[in-house]
């Protein structure tokens, strides 16, 4: 009677899980794009409706599983994060049990494994990322194997490869052996290729593909006019889709053009469809600084800190709030923003750790290079080296001003395309700050190379490459690290095409 209850329950179990379906249709779209342009409280209302109709479809919870990497990722509620993260273990239970036919089992479990693993990171949980990730590169690579002509493989294939592919070579055997070989050109150009299909399956991932597309031309092949140039011609809508908006945003700053930034930001459609993100007020502060309008700066800057839950960047934001009081000449305030960057935030990301170390040396930037520096950064290069007429090397005392000197007239001379110039001068920077603690050097080693490699000049640009990641101890290194790396893969990969020759590790 035991076994035959046993036998009774194993029977139904199977055919429960047998109803489970991976069905992708119109409506399935319509909830894939809302989520994807962060339109994440409609898309949960979309979800719920379209379960009562189809409850053993997967594929919502797949979606589901997308929205809430989202509001994770950009908003970091711990409270959230305690009852979203156990969801993403639940549902690949339920895809495990999927039926294996459908090229979107393999595919849902991937991209599970990698929305687990970003939340994982952003949660400070990096051994599970590190084997969630993995997890989710071996199950997109059987998928391309088992369903070659299902395109949103590539997507998240390339994605992983390109990262893969920026490991240093002399670790490269150790993914070979573990079957995780990267390969940054490859990799984004699976990307592109998805991007540029027709088939059937070209609005799957084609959201996914258009916000990764460009974070890997900047930061894996060292090609922002590429990036920039593809924001400008492919189909975005920056109004209406706030992730790519976001992007845009992000990538506008990070490039000199803090205007367009703050145009792009200023011009999203606002309403209760889309998820409400802090992060747009601090990358609207940034936009506002470097263009040395403080009161804007500073009312984008407060909206951040007081509507952020989360930790990353939070003392970024009030050291930049530090910074405005400080050149706006009212020291207290600024001591009391420095006072915040002490007592909240993270040291996760590089910028954290920067503001830390910046408030616990006790000492405030030279005032003409903070101005100089944020002019720069917003694209207002003119205006930046104006500042510096009549100026030399010795009009700053200390080795890391006359290294910051030398490095922002490199950086400017560089962005207008004064190229001889700029190489002079960051040879300049680096021997100033090769022994300072600060970013100058290495910095200006990372720049010089992305010269030569411009100019084809593999060799030379690989030794500037290997000599950013020589330089010890300093902030933003693994920034600068992460793109010498890939920068080192690519001469290596040149060299070896033209002549055969390869730069040691």
């Known amino acids: 009677m035991k076994n035959a209850l046993i036998c009774i329950f194993v029977f139904f179990s199977s055919l429960a899980h047998a109803q489970y379906q991976l069905i992708w249709d119109d ?17 949960k209302r979309m979800i719920a409706a379209e379960r009562k109709t189809h409850p053993k479809n997967l594929c919502l919870d797949l979606l589901e599983s997308h929205a809430d990497l989202y509001e994770l990722f950009f908003n970091e509620s711990r409270d959230v994060f305690k009852t979203a993260y156990p969801m993403f273990s639940a549902r690949i239970e339920k895809f495990e049990k999927a039926p294996q036919n459908s090229p979107f089992r393999d595919y849902g479990l991937g991209v599970l494994y990698l929305s687990k693993a970003a ?8 051994l599970e990322a590190a084997w969630d990730f993995r997890k989710a590169y071996l199950y997109f690579k059987d998928n391309r194997k088992r369903f070659p002509q299902f395109s949103p493989n590539e997507v998240y294939f390339g994605l992983l490869t390109t990262l893969l592919g920026s490991v240093p070579n002399n670790y490269q055997w150790l993914l070979n052996i573990i079957g995780m070989p990267g ?49 400008d011609k492919a189909d975005y809508d920056f109004k209406r889709n706030h992730l790519h908006a976001y992007m845009a945003t992000n990538l506008y700053l990070g490039n000199q053009q803090a205007k367009r930034s703050v145009e792009t930001a200023e011009g999203i459609v606002k ?22 309008k403080f009161e804007q700066s500073e009312k984008e800057f407060l909206q951040f800190v007081n509507q952020f839950k989360g930790n990353f960047y939070l003392k970024d934001a009030y050291e930049k709030l530090s910074w405005i ?24 990301p590089d910028a954290d750790k920067m503001a830390m170390r910046n408030a616990e040396g006790g000492t405030w930037p030279h005032p003409l290079l903070l101005k100089a520096r944020l002019l720069s950064d917003g694209g207002m290069f003119k205006e930046s080296l104006d500042l510096f007429k009549g100026k030399s090397t010795d009009d700053f005392e200390s080795a890391a001003d006359k290294a910051e000197f030398v490095y922002r007239l490199a950086r400017n001379h560089d962005l207008m395309g004064d190229q001889d ?34 100019r084809k000049d593999y060799a030379k640009a690989g030794s500037y490459f290997k000599t950013a990641l020589s330089m010890k101890d300093y902030p933003y290194k693994n920034s600068i690290d992460q793109k010498a790396k890939s920068g080192v893969y690519r001469c290596n990969m040149a060299l070896k095409s033209v002549s055969g020759k390869q730069l040691a590790d």
């Open 27 to 43: 409506r399935i779209q319509q909830i894939n794009d809302a989520v994807t342009s962060m339109r994440i409280p409609e898309a």
């Open 119 to 126: 939340v994982a990171i952003r949660f400070e949980k990096n």
């Open 183 to 231: 390969d940054i050109n490859g990799g984004i150009s699976m990307v592109y290729k998805y991007i540029q299909s027709k088939d059937v399956n070209n609005k799957i991932a084609r959201n996914v593909a258009m916000l990764v597309y460009p974070y890997l031309l900047v930061i894996f092949e060292g090609n922002k006019n590429k990036a920039l140039e593809f924001l």
């Open 271 to 292: 309403s209760d469809e889309y998820t409400d993100v802090p992060f747009w007020h601090f990358e609207k502060g940034f936009g506002y600084l470097n263009q040395l």
């Open 325 to 348: 009081a400080y050149l706006r000449g009212d020291q207290q305030k600024a001591k009391a923003y420095r006072n915040m960057v002490l007592q909240k935030g993270s040291l996760v």
């Open 421 to 454: 110039i700029a190489i002079k001068q960051y040879n300049a920077a680096i021997a100033f700050g090769r022994d300072v603690r600060d970013y100058f050097a290495a910095r200006s080693a990372l720049q010089a190379a992305l010269i030569y490699e411009q």
